[in-house]
């Protein structure tokens, strides 16, 4: 018997790690000229003209029906809608790596949310890396109580608070009751539109006389960059990990996001890397992979296939 890379899966690994731990730094960009609730309405509605395109290139773009038509709303309104949106807003106000730190707790939230709906049961493993995954939010805030008397900060933080949790419950709900269809790309294109729509409602609410002519093109390329990689491509790797390899394996390409983001926010925002910030961090992503890793399945079944010689 050998063992050959399997270089798709390695490539598809690197892309949802790398381009989605890149997109911390893109929302930065994009909301430096461009009020947020545009910025995700540009970002989700390309993706579903992209992803419009595609299907109707295939001949595949058909009505899903009421019912699963308002499981991909639910989907969309809490890990979009509101996760996607609420980052944005978080980014004005605090540094690219800080939140993508704050996002790494998501796998967490989903582990713990999981055991409340039933979908797992609590291990002593999975316990484990709770605390350890927790005691890293612990380090985070150790010494920066104090930053919470500035308001933007607070704002900040309360608004990657809600994303984080938003997108636990999306996941765990696309996981109970989402309709398990084949056409990921019909499904998601239903996402992106709906996504679109609403937060295109809400950018005029809230920005109701935008002055485009105020938009640079910096920003505006940094709104495309997540549209087309942020969106498609990365979503597209993703979900050929989770047909590969599981969603549970998949999530490990999650491990690269904070790593990727802190490193870019150093580079472009001047971004310093604290003691405590570092040492939650590790914490974090020891506590995920306490919770999800199998060292050797990880390194055999995930990169390398079987064949016979």
Same mark, same amino acid.
């Given at each position: 018997?050998?063992?050959?890379?399997?270089?798709?899966?390695?490539?598809?690994?690197?892309?949802?790690?790398?381009?989605?731990? !890149?997109?911390?730094?893109?929302?930065?960009?994009?909301?430096?000229?461009?009020?947020?609730?545009?910025? !995700?309405?540009?970002?989700?509605?390309?993706?579903?003209?992209?992803?419009? !395109?595609?299907?109707?290139?295939? &001949?595949?773009?058909?009505?899903?029906?009421?019912?699963?038509?308002?499981? #991909?709303?639910?989907?969309?309104?809490?890990?979009?809608?509101?996760?996607?949106?609420?980052?944005?807003?978080?980014?004005?106000?605090?540094?690219?790596?800080?939140?993508?730190?704050?996002?790494?707790? /998501?796998?967490?939230?989903?582990?713990?949310?999981?055991?409340?709906?039933?979908?797992?049961?609590?291990?002593?493993?999975?316990?484990?890396?709770?605390?350890? $995954?927790?005691?890293?939010?612990?380090?985070?805030?150790?010494?920066? +109580?104090?930053?919470?008397?500035? *308001?933007?900060?607070?704002? $900040?933080?309360?608004?990657?608070?809600?994303? @984080?949790?938003?997108?636990?419950?999306?996941?765990?709900? /696309? &996981?109970?009751?989402?309709?398990?269809? &084949?056409?990921?790309?019909?499904?998601?294109?239903? #996402?992106?539109?709906?996504?679109?729509?609403?937060?295109?409602?809400?950018?005029?609410?809230?920005?109701?006389?935008?002055?485009?002519?105020?938009?640079?093109?910096?920003? @505006?390329?940094?709104?495309?960059?997540?549209?087309?990689?942020?969106?498609?491509?990365?979503?597209?790797?993703?979900?050929?990990?989770?047909?590969?390899?599981?969603?549970? &394996?998949?999530?490990?390409?999650?491990?690269?996001?904070?790593?990727?983001?802190?490193? +870019?926010? /150093?580079?472009?925002?001047?971004?310093?890397?604290?003691?405590?910030?570092? *040492?939650?961090?590790?914490?974090?992503?020891?506590?995920? +992979?306490?919770?999800?890793?199998?060292?050797?399945?990880?390194?055999?079944?995930?990169?390398?296939?079987?064949?016979?010689?």
């Amino acid at each position: 018997m050998k063992q050959n890379l399997d270089y798709k899966l390695i490539i598809a690994l690197a892309a949802v790690g790398i381009v989605w731990g !890149t997109t911390f730094l893109g929302i930065k960009v994009a909301v430096e000229t461009i009020p947020p609730w545009f910025v !995700t309405s540009i970002r989700q509605g390309l993706a579903g003209l992209i992803m419009m !395109t595609i299907l109707l290139f295939k &001949k595949e773009l058909e009505w899903i029906g009421w019912e699963n038509f308002k499981q #991909q709303l639910i989907a969309s309104v809490l890990m979009l809608v509101i996760a996607n949106g609420f980052t944005t807003i978080a980014e004005q106000n605090i540094p690219s790596g800080l939140a993508s730190v704050i996002n790494a707790v /998501t796998p967490i939230l989903i582990f713990l949310g999981s055991i409340m709906f039933g979908l797992q049961k609590m291990s002593l493993k999975g316990f484990t890396g709770v605390i350890i $995954g927790f005691s890293g939010v612990v380090f985070i805030f150790k010494d920066g +109580l104090v930053s919470f008397l500035d *308001a933007n900060y607070r704002t $900040g933080m309360m608004f990657m608070g809600f994303a @984080i949790l938003a997108w636990a419950a999306g996941t765990i709900y /696309t &996981k109970t009751h989402a309709n398990k269809s &084949k056409n990921i790309t019909l499904n998601l294109f239903y #996402q992106f539109t709906i996504a679109s729509c609403i937060q295109l409602v809400l950018a005029s609410i809230f920005s109701p006389n935008p002055d485009f002519s105020s938009w640079s093109t910096r920003s @505006i390329f940094a709104a495309l960059y997540l549209s087309i990689f942020g969106s498609v491509i990365a979503f597209g790797a993703y979900f050929t990990l989770v047909g590969r390899i599981g969603p549970s &394996k998949a999530a490990y390409s999650t491990l690269l996001f904070p790593l990727v983001a802190l490193t +870019l926010s /150093t580079l472009y925002e001047g971004y310093v890397w604290q003691v405590n910030a570092i *040492a939650g961090l590790l914490l974090i992503l020891l506590g995920n +992979l306490v919770m999800f890793a199998r060292p050797e399945a990880l390194m055999g079944k995930l990169l390398y296939r079987r064949r016979t010689a």
